[in-house]
């Protein structure tokens, strides 16, 4: 076991990687949750969104659909390691239930409380990423 002072410090997350099949899907979709385009790399298959309060997403824009439509970390029988889905912190559950109605964007289901008081919703993506908004409590 290290000790404390020989562990490395993470700040913050930089940045989400996301890889899409559609780039103006992806960016249609997460316009909605309050990202904006910024710029193409120029010499690479990324493209990057950011919101207001400077989270960013880096879109990879080098995806094919090999699974019929199907995330393959949530949808199929074998359970891959891997990512499963990104939390974004929300202030509130009832307006972002209202800007994903706005926007066209379904929920996976109900809203979920969980036993600290948090509550969450989950949609997903054009290419069926999994994306946790929570409000915390």
Same mark, same amino acid.
């Given at each position: &076991?290290r000790?404390e002072h020989?562990?490395l410090? *993470? =700040?913050?997350v930089?940045?989400i990687?996301i890889r &899409?099949? %559609?780039?103006?899907?992806?960016?249609?979709?997460?316009r909605?949750?309050?990202f904006?385009? =910024?710029y193409?790399?120029?010499?690479?298959?990324?493209t990057? &969104?950011?919101?207001?309060?400077?989270v960013?997403?880096?879109? *990879?824009?080098?995806?094919?659909d090999?699974n019929?439509?199907?995330?393959?970390?949530?949808?199929? %029988?074998? =359970?891959?390691?891997?990512?499963?889905?990104v939390?974004?912190n *929300?202030?509130?559950?009832?307006?972002a239930m =209202?800007?994903l109605?706005?926007?066209?964007?379904?929920l996976?289901?109900?809203?979920?409380?969980?036993?600290?008081?948090?509550?969450s919703?989950f &949609?997903r993506?054009?290419?069926?990423?999994v994306?946790e908004l929570?409000?915390?409590?």
């Amino acid at each position: &076991v290290r000790e404390e002072h020989d562990m490395l410090e *993470i =700040k913050a997350v930089d940045h989400i990687g996301i890889r &899409v099949t %559609d780039v103006e899907a992806a960016l249609a979709f997460y316009r909605v949750l309050g990202f904006e385009f =910024k710029y193409k790399v120029t010499d690479d298959h990324v493209t990057i &969104v950011e919101n207001r309060n400077g989270v960013c997403i880096n879109f *990879i824009t080098n995806g094919n659909d090999a699974n019929d439509g199907k995330n393959v970390l949530m949808d199929m %029988d074998a =359970k891959y390691p891997g990512y499963t889905h990104v939390a974004l912190n *929300i202030s509130s559950i009832e307006e972002a239930m =209202k800007a994903l109605e706005e926007g066209g964007i379904p929920l996976s289901g109900e809203p979920v409380e969980f036993g600290s008081g948090n509550r969450s919703i989950f &949609v997903r993506d054009p290419d069926q990423t999994v994306i946790e908004l929570r409000e915390r409590r």
